[in-house]
């Protein structure tokens, strides 16, 4: 679906982005109708300060093409790691792309790694360690927060990369990142409160030669 | 494809034509190997037969023969000599009573010399230091270390062969000669290839001129082996020297292919040869490889447009990107970079004025270095000044038309 390979036009289910302006932009899952707050099913109106968007006229539609808001325009993109970090609902504070980049250049990862990290957060570093790694690597990555860690699984479903990454709910300071995983990472890469608690864990899931 | 194969490049063990990466503490330095090589590491040379058919990543003790040739032994792991020498050692508080007069080492340099050339070990030299200066013992703790450490640096004896990696090699060219590499410092690199979104599936252009294939290098790094590159050259030679360093296996690097731009341009403009593959290939032999290349990059582009367009050119970019944008498919991000930042101010008004290329960014980053040691952590001193300038963009459908 629409992280895990590039498309050409727009199917339901897929998140794409409405670009506004530089400073405007918003994810937007293509979907028909949806729930309001009293949990009936609506049309999916999108509101912008250039006017309404019906989203089901997003269906259809060229990634890249022009879009008639009721006041104005906009144009609709193909979503990307770097997109979704500027438009994603924060659940923690997320890392950025310039950071995202030096962290992946450095961590030596390429097509095929295997990647440990923790925490999760919002998964803006994870949907582009998912891109830099897949078809044949894979991603596992851990957070202590149950109700992170069921939004990250949803949202990597819904953005088709699921089968790339496991999401688990650990608190990888106390007690590791598990058995199955001892020697099977290229790279870890953690973003914790207290690191220097995971060191040790982190050692023990490296493989021979790796990050 | 497994993925146990690209992993296994990780534990291979060195051939020979394989490049290396000699490392001595913090001294890094990029070689080829061939069968009777020889390394110099500043005025040391050092004899590489040893390592081949060995894994990466094993340290080798170096044995002098005299005169600053040394033979490679395969050891366990380096020993620090601070470690080693300040065990049993008495230090002082302050340097109240220490007096810089250059006289507190009682061996002469051209004694000092004469034990390097004996072959005596790194060791046993910084122990003689220590025996014949005046003031080693005075010194605080953290003094003491200071020198040692010092002294490690010339006469440390232990070399390690490592992989070389995109990183390593970017640090290694940036700091033996960033002039060489356009000022592409590895924080840039970095920007370069995700503002790219570089998809392992995907085909993409680099345009380079001039900073010894090191973006190509990049690109090919994250592409693997089912995408497609096609790199853009002027000349008829392209740059390769970091292409070649990296040990890519021939599979990735099939992948790669290096075109002349106006060989390109003008094989796909002329719409008259465009559709006869077939006698084509009777001819195939007799083509010249260059003629080869040429034609594989055009059947791509004629096919399909590209996910990313990346030029990264000594030139003035603006005609270059102008020439290469109808390659790139709506959607997808454009990305420019340059040494310095005017070409890149003024393509970026041609750009908005042309009103297909939204999220026009122009940025720079800073990357700075830390010293961290316990209780002296803190930023290096000195910061490299430029790591050049990149422009972003992404391409959608154009204002005067509704096709795409």
């Known amino acids: 679906m629409s992280f895990a390979n590039f498309k050409d036009t ?48 997003l269906i259809g539609k060229k990634y890249g093409s022009k879009v008639e808001l009721s006041r104005g325009w906009a144009y609709v993109l193909h979503p990307t790691p770097e997109l ?15 950071d995202i980049s030096l962290i992946i250049f450095q961590l030596e990862i390429r097509p095929g790694s295997v990647v440990v990290e923790s925490g999760t957060g919002s998964g803006s570093l994870s949907h582009a360690l998912l891109r830099c790694i897949k078809p044949q690597g ?62 040790e864990h982190a050692a023990d899931v490296i493989k021979e030669s790796g990050e | 494809m ?11 063990n060195v051939r020979v034509g394989d490049y290396v990466v000699i490392q001595r503490q913090c001294y890094t330095k990029l070689h080829k190997v061939t069968q009777r090589s020889m390394a110099s590491l500043g005025k040391d040379q050092l004899e590489l037969d040893t390592i081949i058919g060995k894994p990466f990543w094993t340290t080798y003790k170096m044995e002098g023969k005299g005169k600053r040739l040394f033979k490679l032994v395969e050891c366990d792991g380096a020993e620090s000599l601070a470690e080693q020498l300040i065990k049993d050692v008495t230090s002082g508080t302050d340097n109240r009573n220490i007096f810089d007069d250059n006289a507190s080492q009682s061996l002469s340099k051209d004694e000092i010399v ?15 230091l220590i025996e014949n200066s005046k003031t080693f013992h005075d010194k605080t703790e953290y003094a ?18 490592r992989k070389p990696t995109l990183r390593l090699v970017s640090q290694i060219m940036f700091r033996q000669d960033p002039a060489k590499i356009m000022w592409l410092r590895m924080d840039t690199i970095s920007q370069i290839t995700t503002a790219a979104g570089i998809h392992t599936e995907g085909t993409y252009i680099v345009y380079e001129s001039g900073c010894q294939g ?8 994250y592409l693997g082996e089912d995408g497609n590159l096609i790199h853009i050259h002027p000349g ?126 122009l940025t720079e980053t800073w990357l700075r270095s830390h010293q961290v040691l316990p209780d002296r952590s803190h930023p290096d001193i000195l910061m490299s000044g430029s790591g050049g300038y990149m422009l972003t963009g992404t391409l959608v459908q154009r204002r005067d038309t509704s096709i795409i």
């Open chain 2, 236 to 361: 008829n030679i392209p740059q390769k020297q970091a292409v070649l360093a990296m040990n890519f296996d021939p599979q990735h690097l099939s992948k790669l292919i290096s075109v002349n731009v106006y060989s390109l341009l003008r094989m796909l403009f002329q719409e008259n040869k465009c559709e006869d593959d077939e006698p084509a290939k009777d001819n195939l032999a007799k083509k010249p490889r260059w003629e080869q290349e040429t034609e594989k990059a055009a059947r791509l582009l004629r096919n399909r447009k590209v996910d990313g367009l990346v030029i990264v050119a000594r030139e003035y970019p603006a005609s270059i990107v102008m020439a290469l944008l109808p390659f790139l498919a709506v959607s997808r991000p454009v990305v420019v970079y340059s040494s310095v930042r005017e070409p890149l101010l003024d393509l970026y008004l041609t750009l908005k004025s042309r009103g297909d290329v939204v999220g026009l960014r």
């Open chain 1, 84 to 98: 979704w970090t500027l438009t994603l609902p924060h659940r923690t504070q997320i890392i950025y792309t310039p």
């Open chain 1, 10 to 57: 727009i199917d339901e289910g897929d998140t794409a982005i409405l670009y506004l302006s530089a400073n405007s932009m918003h994810a937007i899952e293509v979907r028909p109708k949806i729930k309001n707050k009293k949990d009936e099913l609506i049309e999916n109106v999108f509101q912008t300060t250039y006017g309404a968007l019906k989203v089901r006229d």
């Open chain 2, 144 to 161: 003491q270390k200071k020198y040692l450490l010092k002294k490690e640096k010339k006469y440390f004896e232990y070399v390690t062969i």
């Open chain 2, 114 to 128: 004469g034990l390097r050339d004996s072959g005596l070990s790194g060791q046993e030299i910084v122990g003689q």
């Open chain 1, 138 to 199: 894979h991603l596992h990555t851990f957070d202590f927060h149950s109700h992170r860690v069921l939004l990250a699984q949803e949202e990597f479903a819904n953005h088709g990369v699921a089968e790339f990454v496991t999401v688990a709910q650990r608190d990888v300071c106390e007690i590791g990142f598990g058995e199955e995983l001892k020697g099977k990472a290229d790279a870890v890469f953690l973003d914790l409160p207290h690191p220097w608690e995971a060191v």
């Open chain 2, 2 to 12: 497994p993925a146990s194969r690209l992993c296994s490049m990780s534990s291979r």
């Open chain 2, 214 to 221: 090191l973006s190509v290098a990049s690109m090919l790094n």
